[in-house]
């Protein structure tokens, strides 16, 4: 009863600090039908900001960071990537209602990274004051190309075996032949991912921080910017998430179901294995959060223009509507419950 009673009051606390006050200001000016609205063009120069503030962050602890220390978590967040889109390839690829391409692509989005969300997390821990690697920001591309890789090259997987069991059916071809994948697939799924502008800030930040003296324009800028410029994102992706709950009419109802239960799921796979990190190399508790933050979360920037090109075949209104209607909200408001989780399992 206590642990309940205890996540209880942290989720309580949480929601009165400004990063999800914002994130529940957003929701209730949509749900009003407000007008109040922020330019497109604000909204991503606010997001490559925030990326490029988190990327020089990580590069700037990653010139004092052991190399097992960073190369075990980063495992992991590949392993979690990739195992949240083998979990929604068993479940709901397979659903009744549900084709596997738009399963797979709903998974995929889930097994991606939300650098809001990801932001969102650190700067309630930040205001806590609890600790976390700096190096944190570099684990983002492990699990987001992990996932996204995963989940387009199963869809095409799918999309051509149906298109084989289809022209077998017509008697072109022998029935039980495999379908072939260009072999080039991954390197051209790879370099998409790291030319989309988000993934591109987040590697321009670890890079400069890492191989450039940039400590003075990371304090003196970004530093002093970024828990303004996020409680104005928060805003935003509270009035979209509330504008996206109407696209999952149009799609089977086990989105609806997904949605609400894969990140807190997805959100355990990830503290687990930040546990395991934890207890293999001294991971701090606020590693472990973080990390469970980044499973929890889904794609809301780079993942829908990645899949919308790799698998046109799929439908965005499933996979965008279930991450950014139900699926982010869910995640910024399951923080929290890692937060208690962490401070159960190692301590404050």
């Not at 007008?35 to 990580?58: A, N, T, W």
């Not at 949240?84 to 690829?93: D, K, M, Q, S, Y």
């Not at 509330?242 to 997805?266: D, F, G, I, M, Q």
């Amino acid at each position: 009863m206590e642990p309940i009673v205890t996540i209880a009051a942290t989720l309580l606390d949480q929601l009165q600090k400004p990063t999800l006050a914002f994130l529940i200001g957003g929701m209730l000016l949509a749900a009003l039908g407000s007008r109040f609205e922020i330019p497109q063009p604000v909204y991503k120069f606010i997001v490559i900001l925030l990326l490029l503030k988190v990327g020089l962050s990580g590069g700037l602890a990653m010139k004092e960071a052991d190399i097992v220390s960073l190369a075990v978590p980063a495992l992991a967040a590949g392993i979690a990537g990739i195992a949240i889109v083998l979990i929604g390839a068993g479940t709901l690829a397979r659903w009744r209602g549900v084709t596997p391409v738009d399963g797979l692509a709903t998974a995929g989005l889930f097994g991606a990274v939300s650098a809001s969300t990801l932001a969102a997390g650190m700067a309630i821990l930040d205001t806590e004051g609890i600790a976390y690697e700096g190096f944190i920001g570099a684990l983002y591309p492990f699990m987001d190309i992990a996932a996204l890789v995963t989940a387009i090259i199963l869809g095409r997987l799918s999309l051509a075996r149906s298109a084989t069991a289809t022209t077998g059916g017509a008697g072109t071809l022998a029935l039980g032949s495999k379908p072939n994948l260009d072999p080039g697939l991954i390197r051209e799924i790879l370099a998409d991912t790291f030319r989309s502008p988000v993934i591109s800030a987040l590697v321009l930040g670890l890079a400069l921080g890492l191989l450039a003296d940039t400590r003075s324009v990371y304090e003196s800028f970004y530093e002093t910017l970024f828990h303004g410029l996020l409680s104005i994102l928060m805003l935003i992706m509270g009035m979209e998430a509330w504008s996206r709950l109407s696209e999952l009419r149009k799609v089977a109802h086990a989105y609806v179901l997904y949605a609400l239960t894969a990140p807190l799921a997805h959100g355990l796979i990830g503290f687990a294995l930040g546990m395991a990190a934890h207890h293999l190399t001294g991971f701090s508790a606020g590693g472990v959060v973080l990390l469970s933050v980044m499973a929890a979360s889904s794609s809301d920037i780079s993942g829908p223009p990645t899949l919308r090109a790799a698998l046109p075949e799929a439908n965005p209104s499933a996979y965008v509507g279930a991450s950014t209607g139900l699926g982010t909200p869910v995640a910024i408001l399951s923080i929290p419950l890692w937060i208690a989780l962490a401070e159960m399992a190692i301590g404050g």
